[in-house]
């Protein structure tokens, strides 16, 4: 199979490193030009060179905007008034004690990981339906499915972004865009990597090592036993943006290496 998405823009959100670096890459590789969203300019810049460094010759666009809150958005969609594919991967995650979880937090879950998806899909859906052909991807997780007790508040949005998907999906139906959404497993993205450091100083043991003791322990039920790397959660992702994955829509498409101990 031969992805080619030359002509298309897709827009990646917090796409300066981790899932959203990783999918940005292999949807350039594809020849799709690619908005590399982040919220500083040092940090977008960065990968942008990173970007033309693996791909010689992408068409990117920068993007410096902070998606927590719908001013972000605002300036996001000033330099992207157009995409054929949109990926919703912003998303903040952390450990923390339900008691301890203030109204503040939770809202800042909600308007960091779900609402700046509603926000763009709304901006975004219209052009694409009118010009009859785009993706939309959520990037949610298995913990969408399976809730971990100590990340209530973030197993909240990514539930919640299935519903989002799966409603678009419907809402758009018959246009030629699809709608869909991926479920990572424990992946060592930067934010995990940030989220081992203190075990990977204390230890002296690698990330791999690190987070295959963390699937172990967290996640025994997982069929790879290991974490996955950004790039086998973007494999996925740059499938269903394809030519190709015309029938995949309304679905929830899990590559978390099993973890969800269920046959569908
Ligand atoms: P990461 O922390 O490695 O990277 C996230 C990026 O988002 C960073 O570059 C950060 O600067 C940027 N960012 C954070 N807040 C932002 C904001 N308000 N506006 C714009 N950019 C912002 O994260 P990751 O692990 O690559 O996660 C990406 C997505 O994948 C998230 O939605 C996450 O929930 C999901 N996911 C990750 C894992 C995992 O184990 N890594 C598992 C399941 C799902």
């Not at 998405?5 to 350039?28: D, E, P, Q, W």
């Not at 139906?173 to 081992?196: K, Q």
């Amino acid at each position: 199979m031969k992805i080619d998405l030359t002509g298309k823009v897709a827009l990646v959100t917090a796409s300066t490193g981790g899932i959203g670096f990783a999918i940005a890459r292999g949807l350039a590789e594809s020849g799709a030009e690619v908005v590399i969203n982040g919220r500083s300019e040092a940090t977008v810049n960065k990968a942008i060179q990173t970007l033309q460094q693996a791909v010689p010759g992408v068409a990117v666009r920068a993007s410096i905007a902070d998606l927590s809150d719908a001013q972000g958005v605002e300036t996001l969609l000033r330099t992207v008034p157009h995409a054929d594919i949109l990926v919703n991967n912003a998303g903040i995650f952390g450990p923390q004690d339900f008691y301890a979880t203030d109204d503040e937090t939770w809202e800042t879950y909600w308007q960091t990981n779900v609402m700046s998806g509603v926000r763009l899909s709304r901006a975004l859906l219209p052009g694409m339906i009118a010009r009859g052909w785009g993706r939309v991807v959520f990037i949610s997780s298995e913990s969408a499915l399976n809730i971990p007790a100590d990340m209530i508040h973030y197993g909240v949005t990514k539930t919640a972004q299935l519903s989002l998907a799966r409603g678009l999906a419907k809402f758009a139906a018959g246009s030629g865009v699809t709608v869909n959404s991926v479920l990572p497993g424990p992946t060592m993205s930067d934010g995990f990597a940030a989220m081992m450091k203190d075990e990977m100083e204390k230890s002296g043991k690698s990330l791999e090592t690190v987070g295959k003791e963390f699937v172990m322990a967290n996640r025994p039920s997982s069929v790879i036993q290991r974490a996955a790397s950004v790039e086998e959660v973007a494999n996925m992702v740059v499938y269903v943006c394809s030519m190709q994955a015309s029938a995949t829509s309304g679905a929830a498409l899990r590559v978390d290496g099993g973890v969800v101990d269920d046959i569908v």
